[in-house]
């Protein structure tokens, strides 16, 4: 599994709105890339909107937010129309994005075991190395989480990191 100081995995991947993105793209920004399971469902609906009332602040830290599930290009459009969300949504249908960051797995669920998307979160520097992960991801308060400790690893203050307007 990748861990902080880990150069983080380069990827192209198609977006909610037809075009192409590379983590290179974004080269002197840090790079929030979160995945998480599912389009439109509660908790993957919860964290997006809480992502999205943050970007200010998020863009006050440099930083940029990306999500990524394996939901088409298409399902991921009307989930960012639906919401009004304000970050560029990944459609990794072929799942290599996913498993080159570790967050496709085995799960299980009431004794079954499968193979899906575990809800992960990565910070990834200026540099392309990898900041911070959180592996298992609450949806509720995450974004605010996630700010305050960029926060705190670029010295802003960590007070305002709290701000949280979901």
């Not at 989930?79 to 960051?101: G, I, M, Q, R, S």
Request: glycine residues 10%; positive net charge; contains cysteine.
């Amino acid at each position: 599994m990748l861990e902080a100081g880990d150069p983080a995995p380069d990827f192209r991947a198609k977006a909610d709105d037809g075009r192409t993105i590379a983590l290179g793209d974004y080269k002197g920004k840090n790079v929030v890339l979160y995945f998480y399971p599912k389009a439109d469902t509660t908790g993957c609906t919860h964290e997006a909107k809480e992502f999205r009332d943050a970007m200010d602040d998020f863009k006050k830290a440099n930083t940029v937010v990306i999500g990524c599930s394996g939901d088409s290009a298409e399902a991921q459009a009307k989930f960012k129309a639906k919401y009004n969300l304000n970050f560029p949504l990944l459609a990794d249908t072929d799942f290599k994005v996913l498993e080159a960051y570790g967050a496709r797995r085995m799960k299980s669920f009431f004794g079954k075991s499968f193979l899906g998307i575990v809800r992960t979160t990565f910070w990834i520097g200026p540099d392309g190395v990898i900041q911070k992960v959180w592996y298992k991801v609450t949806p509720k308060g995450h974004a605010a989480q996630v700010l305050g400790t960029i926060r705190e690893g670029s010295g802003q203050p960590a007070a305002q990191a709290a701000t949280n307007r979901a």
